[in-house]
DNA sequence: TGCCTTTAACTGGCCTGACCAATAAGCTGA
DNA sequence: TCAGCTTATTGGTCAGGCCAGTTAAAGGCA
């Protein structure tokens, strides 16, 4: 109820949306009758189906009317509250697979570029305080190499929820600082079954490297756990120290 | 150019977001100065700035500002334009691999959900006119048993873009018909691996059923082509019979 | 002097009413 | 019957205004 008006507005209509009022293709009322119908003016009535239109379930067309492109039904979860370790394991699944797809058409220019990517992950991790873009870089390379435009889009969004998740983005920082030089290692092998064209070998050395990251992850849990518990305990002692004095 | 200037707008805020010129957490500048700044009216603004919100990009604070929330870097692609190929395949590289996890780990009550989804299904199929709802469910509910939120969101995922692309859901339903019996078969030998416990057998089935998925996918690719192809002979026949008669 | 209250200058939320441009349906005339 | 014109309808945008929540500066009190 305390909502702004135009969002209490555009949640109606997502409502009449899913109840099947407007099958997709049909046009809604128009702007002045909506804002008839539901008492307020028409500029909050754009602003709702601009909503509407950004969120990909309406068209609006100038001149015509907005007409409803697809039903909010089935609609996917913003998904931003996946564990670091969730992400780790699915991308732990998919990327494997998705590696041995790519083995089995990559080309030559792409293994150059991911042949570059690794030495430019060897040098992010020299540097201490160094991104990951290469990294990066380096997954998308492989995802791009499958040819799969759903393969290469997943792959991006589960780096990108795991960008979005500050617990996640934290704790892969901690594990990746651990344990440099294997990492490198990882990488190359993973080059190395590419450029063999071997699909066993890519989804084997593409599933030890992640599977590396995972451990590295739970280590890093562990850590943090024991961190907190000493810090708990130390708190608790500090206290008993003050009150017995 | 021919956008509407909202868009315009957003776009162009969009642009000065990933330039770095507002960094997470601070404020825009008021909707007047905006307004002004680019030479819009405020309710235009106003149109922008919430195209903004919907997508996560800012937050809008009455009385206090539009703020920052993240970057539009990394943004994932909406995703509409992927093939029904590539959706099914990239099905078939996770799912195998979801179906695997959840074998390790799956109750006997997620077991008998499982179950009574495939009775189902066999239901669905008898009706020609029928939905794939609980084929949908026997999907997700594997990705539900896997424990994983990110399995169970890119599942889901992957269905709801498959659902969302005409061209894909169109040779779904046609693909679907042609097979009714190996169907039911197949989530039947992947309901009875999960049984076992046996990812390894999970997985082999899962792939399997996808495989069928794939293959008369492609069967039904090259019978719409033949039809296209026959009816583009048909047409150029009678307009050489009518140009000759 | 320093803290707290008050107040006034912001900021977004929303409205009225209007004009323009693109569309599409209806009309008209051939 | 149909092409072309007319006109009602629809979204696109603007101007200007009032209200309500927020914030920080100004002022009062201790």
Redesign the pocket.
């Known amino acids: 109820m305390s909502e702004?008006?135009?969002q209490?507005l555009a949640r109606k209509l997502v409502d009449e949306l899913a109840s099947g009022q407007y099958p997709v293709g049909s046009r809604?009322p128009?702007?002045?009758?909506l804002?008839l119908a539901y008492?307020?003016?028409?500029?909050?009535v754009?602003?709702a189906t601009i909503a509407l239109e950004v969120r990909g379930l309406v068209e609006?067309?100038?001149?015509?009317?907005?007409y409803v492109v697809r039903l909010p039904d089935h609609e996917p979860a913003t998904g931003f509250d996946v564990s670091a370790f969730e992400l780790t394991e699915a991308r732990f699944l998919f990327e494997s697979e998705a590696a041995a797809l790519a083995a089995a058409q990559i080309t030559d220019e792409e293994i150059a570029e991911i042949e570059a990517l690794v030495a430019e992950i060897a040098r992010e991790n020299q540097d201490p305080g160094g991104t990951d873009k290469a990294d990066h870089a380096f997954h998308l390379a492989i995802g791009r190499a499958t040819r799969n435009q759903a393969v290469y889009e997943t792959i991006e969004r589960l780096w990108y929820l795991r960008h979005n998740s500050p617990e996640a983005a934290l704790l892969h920082e901690k594990a990746r600082t651990a344990n440099v030089k294997p990492v490198v290692d990882e990488h190359t092998a993973v080059l190395e079954a590419l450029r063999q064209r071997d699909p066993a070998a890519a989804r084997a050395a593409m599933r030890n490297h992640l599977s590396a990251v995972l451990e590295s992850l739970l280590f890093a849990t562990e850590e943090r756990a024991l961190k907190a518990a000493r810090a708990e305990v130390q708190a608790k002692r500090s206290r008993y120290m003050r009150a017995t004095g």
Chains 1, 2 share one sequence.
Do not use: I, K, N
């Open positions: 702004r008006l135009y209490d809604l128009a702007e002045r009758e804002a008492g307020v003016s028409r500029p909050t754009r602003e609006v067309r100038l001149g015509s009317g907005t």
